[in-house]
């Protein structure tokens, strides 16, 4: 039986850190308001040359190194995000020639806003256990400062820059032991940004109704700890690692107390890095498994939720 397993993975973020005292300057708030509401003390803001495949390409290479693997082993690249470089090509090609990968690996973009490393992991892990590919990269790379209102208190202190990576292999043994995939686009509204292709002159930032996502946030990641457990043999005690999207910290404590665990078993990174979207996840995992957290063996939960709404969690073996 073919599994996919993580075998390396890598972060990037930003060299220029904002910390919340910065935003005290811009908008009407304060460094306690921002803390005491989400937990976040600063992020990382992209310099204005910087693009979302250059931030995913410093964390390719990490965990192409982690990995020990040539560039030209990879078969399927897949990068989640919500602020490509361009409209076309996507951003999963622009990395593939930064990574001087010539050898027709797929490459292809996943939009599916905060839960976006989530579909993404899923989808690969379909491609590696149907036998179909071997070797995927997996990114989660999002530009936030470029799609935020600084004049918006209620969105631009919750936003930061980054991006994450895996690289998944195949191998007998799990590996991935489940993904799952939702959506409900009767919510988009909540959290959208309102311009596009279709509606080039509408508001180009994020909006947000924060009490409906919050609300929302809650339940979903509620649910979705018993769905994920269900029929796999683990019980909420089996797991080692919970790494939650970062968005803000009383969602996570909320999913924290469902599964029984205490604080001290979530990789947490909200405080330094806010919310980066779909590249929350693969840089909270870089962040446990570069400081001896993660260890090999270690049964990792994954959640997360985002705009559309869309959400999801995966089951891993590290
Ligand atoms: N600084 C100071 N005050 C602020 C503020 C800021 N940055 N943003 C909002 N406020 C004010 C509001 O205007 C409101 O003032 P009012 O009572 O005079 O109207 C007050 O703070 C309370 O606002 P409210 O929205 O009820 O606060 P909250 O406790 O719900 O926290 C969020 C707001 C955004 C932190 C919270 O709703 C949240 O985290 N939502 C989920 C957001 C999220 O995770 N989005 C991404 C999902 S992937």
New binding site residues.
């Given amino acids: 039986m073919n599994y996919a397993r993580v075998i390396g993975c890598g972060g990037y973020l930003p060299e220029r850190v904002m910390p919340n005292s910065e935003l005290e300057d811009l908008?009407?708030?304060?460094d306690d308001?921002?803390r005491t509401?989400?937990g976040i003390r600063q992020r990382h803001i992209a310099r204005e040359d910087e693009t979302t495949s250059e931030m995913a390409c410093n964390a390719a290479l990490g965990a192409i190194d982690m990995a020990g693997i040539e560039a030209g082993s990879i078969d399927l690249i897949i990068v989640a995000t919500s602020t490509p470089d361009l409209i076309y090509p996507s951003t999963a090609c622009l990395l593939q020639k930064r990574l001087g990968i010539r050898n027709g690996a797929a490459a292809f973009d996943v939009q599916a806003?905060?839960s976006g490393f989530i579909y993404a992991l899923s989808i690969a892990d379909q491609f590696i256990r149907s036998g179909t590919m071997r070797r995927a990269l997996v990114i989660g790379a999002d530009m936030n400062s470029r799609i935020l209102d600084w004049t918006d208190?209620?969105t631009c202190?919750?936003f930061g820059d980054g991006a994450g990576a895996v690289i998944l292999g195949r191998s007998d043994e799990p590996g991935i032991y489940k993904t799952l995939l939702h959506a409900d686009g009767s919510y988009s509204e909540h959290?959208q940004v309102p311009s596009g292709v279709s509606n080039p002159t509408a508001d180009p930032y994020i909006r947000?109704h924060?009490?409906e996502?919050?609300r929302f946030?809650v339940q979903a990641m509620d649910e979705i700890v018993d769905e994920t457990l269900a029929d796999t043999g683990f019980t909420r005690k089996d797991i080692n690692w919970l790494v939650p999207?970062q968005?803000?910290l009383?969602?996570i404590s909320a999913t924290v107390k469902k599964l029984g665990m205490s604080m001290d078993d979530v990789i947490l990174t909200v405080a330094e890095h806010g919310?980066t979207s779909a590249a929350s996840i693969p840089l909270a995992l870089n962040t446990g498994v570069r400081d001896g957290r993660i260890r090999q063996g270690d049964t990792l939960f994954m959640e997360a939720?985002?705009?559309g709404f869309t959400w999801g969690s995966a089951l891993i073996r590290y």
């Fill in positions: 908008v009407d708030t304060s308001w921002i509401r989400t806003v905060c208190r209620t202190v919750l959290l947000m924060g009490n996502v919050f946030a999207h968005a803000n009383r969602i919310n939720v985002g705009g």
